[in-house]
């Protein structure tokens, strides 16, 4: 296998994929917001429990590749008890992490990522989850869709 | 090259963007239902049509025009020929099957549709034989009703479609070969038991044009739709084929120059078929393409074309069945030059990546079919298409590299 499709699927990100976490809906959501990926067919619900302005539960449900479905599932692991600033903050990490390769300032299993980069076409397969979650903490009723934004 | 350029003995030959490496691999192009490539001949044409002859067609007086307006004239009759038209007058250009359809839906539909018409589509429908009817249904009122596939096999439920033919059925519209699920539908049946219930028919030909041979006249079709792109054409160009009849009644769907007869401030008036429906400037330049790759599919022979094609699908069909964790769908018989299939744990877009990887160009999606894959159950599959150049090799390369990636994901 080439270097680029080895630093592509990491092991944190086959393991996300065989065992999702935090994957199902998710009954007590006082939030949710529904992306889809237009071009591929990819969906992922989202379903926060916001107490005040942190997030005490998420779960997220959908279909989609490896990366996308990884994605998800990391995340929900990255945002829980998070304010809703601290989460755009970490999407603004994680969005460099998968258009450039940088890797994150601080160890962290988002830097998994990192290969997507070399995969313009898979960007929007990491990126989907983390719109929608987004869009469920600003309350934004509009599903939201990756061909309504630029990544 | 060989004294017969136009041999299936060198064929690969004949399509030089095959000769490369791909990801260190030599590439193995299977996106053929997506688009073809293009033979020397074809390249060729358009190189010497804009070396020597381009010009705007049509009122020229001067010696280019006259020439561009032969040659573009010339491949409206070559294309007549190509589908057994009755008369060139028949043939219009447009952008590719979805305009074709789109011009049908949008010009034929408002004068012809009424609230409780019916517009008959089947399960099977790419969303360009969809979303053009959605349209001309909400401008007129009519609805929209499909007749159902028979699940995995993909087949059309030719027994509900006595029920669905009723009087309010206007049109019956549908494709010849699902870019999918490779049915071939009985085309000619089809388009008797429309005329026989009132209906008029429009065939989406896309996936069948540039694989075997067709004859409108047989078929009994009063309009068809096609690409020059899947075809060893090149993109941005394709055709409506209409009835000489149901044309002459139809309004413009565009204006513009080219398609009148006079103008006025206040009014105009439009010339007959086929330049009432060919508004502004014509792509002649990709109509002369259109017209080589006419002379290289007949050349090949269409018949032959057609079995190559049809048993390089039936035997990747075959050895793709002995995967682990498979599901293919469409027919287990006969069926069009592609296989389409998921895998139980890997989703399709991985296993595109991991086929690229190796030198092999697949799809994985919807393919346009998102009606289609919610009612088998399915978000996305993985679909190799094939073509003229496509070999056994090849289907061996297709099945090597599943199972690479089904052990890597330890499906």
């Known amino acids: 296998m080439s270097a680029d499709l080895s630093d592509l699927y990491q092991n944190v990100i086959l393991d996300h ?36 302005d942190r997030i005490a539960e998420i779960t997220f449900d959908g279909s989609g590749c490896a990366i996308s479905q990884a994605s998800a599932s990391l995340m929900t692991t990255q945002l829980k008890g998070k304010t809703a600033k601290e989460a755009e ?60 934004h630029t990544d | 090259m060989s004294a017969n350029p136009r041999s299936w003995d060198n064929i690969r030959a004949q399509f030089p963007i095959l000769d490369q490496e791909v990801n260190g691999h030599p590439l193995v192009y299977l996106d053929n239902a997506a688009t073809t490539q293009k033979p020397l001949s074809v390249i060729a044409a358009l190189d010497t049509f804009y070396r020597r002859d381009n010009a705007n067609v049509h009122r020229g007086l001067h010696a280019l025009s006259m020439r561009a307006t032969d040659d573009y004239e010339g491949a409206r009759s070559r294309v007549a020929t190509y589908i057994n038209a009755a008369a060139p007058e028949e043939i219009i250009f447009t952008r590719g099957t979805t305009e074709s359809i789109n011009l049908v839906a949008l010009s034929w539909g408002p004068a012809n549709l009424k609230k409780g018409d019916v517009i008959l589509l089947t399960e099977m429908e790419h969303h360009s034989n969809i979303v053009p009817w959605q349209l001309a249904a909400q401008r007129t009122g009519a609805t929209l009703r499909y007749v159902p596939v028979t699940g995995d096999e993909g087949l059309l439920d030719l027994g509900a479609l006595d029920k669905l033919l009723t009087p309010e059925v206007r049109v019956f519209a549908f494709t010849h070969i699902s870019n999918t699920l490779g049915t071939i539908n009985p085309v000619a049946e089809l388009c008797a038991r429309a005329r026989k219930a009132g209906a008029i028919s429009v065939v989406d030909a896309a996936q069948s044009v540039g694989h075997m041979p067709l004859d409108v006249q047989a078929m009994g079709c009063d309009f068809l739709a096609f690409s020059g792109h899947k075809m060893a054409s090149v993109t941005g160009s394709g055709v409506l084929y209409g009835r000489r009849a149901l044309l002459d009644a139809m309004p413009p769907w565009q204006g513009g120059g080219g398609m009148i007869s006079n103008v006025d401030f206040q009014e105009s008036r439009w010339k007959p078929t086929p330049e009432r429906f060919e508004a502004g400037t014509p792509n002649f330049g990709d109509a002369v ?80 079919n998102q009606p289609l894959m919610r009612r088998l159950g399915l978000t996305s599959t993985v679909r190799a298409s094939f073509y003229v150049y496509n070999s056994e090799e090849e289907i061996d390369a297709l099945v090597a590299s599943m199972r690479r990636t089904i052990k890597f994901f330890g499906a």
Do not use: M
């Open chain 2, 289 to 368: 393409a259109l017209h080589a790759a006419c002379d290289f599919l007949d050349g090949l022979g269409r018949g032959r074309i057609a079995a190559h094609d049809s048993d390089l699908a039936a035997k990747a069909y075959q050895r793709l069945a002995e995967l682990p964790g498979i599901r293919l769908i469409g027919p287990k018989g006969e069926r069009g030059g592609l296989v389409c299939f998921s895998f139980k744990d890997v989703h399709a877009h991985d296993v595109v990546t991991f086929a690229d990887e190796d030198g092999i160009a697949l799809r994985g999606g919807h393919h346009c």
């Open chain 1, 89 to 148: 903050k970490l999407y603004g990490e994680f969005h460099e992490i998968v258009t450039t390769g940088k890797e994150p300032e601080e160890i962290s299993d988002l830097g998994a990522f990192a290969g997507v980069h070399a995969f313009p076409a898979r960007i929007k397969c990491a990126t989907l989850s983390w719109h929608a979650a987004l869009n469920a903490l600003r309350d934004d009723p509009a599903p939201t869709t990756t061909e309504s």
């Open chain 1, 17 to 52: 994929n065989r065992r999702p976490r935090n994957r199902g809906r998710l009954p007590t959501a006082n939030r949710s917001a529904h992306g889809d990926n237009p071009s591929c067919g990819d969906q992922c619900d989202v379903f926060l429990r916001l107490e005040g």
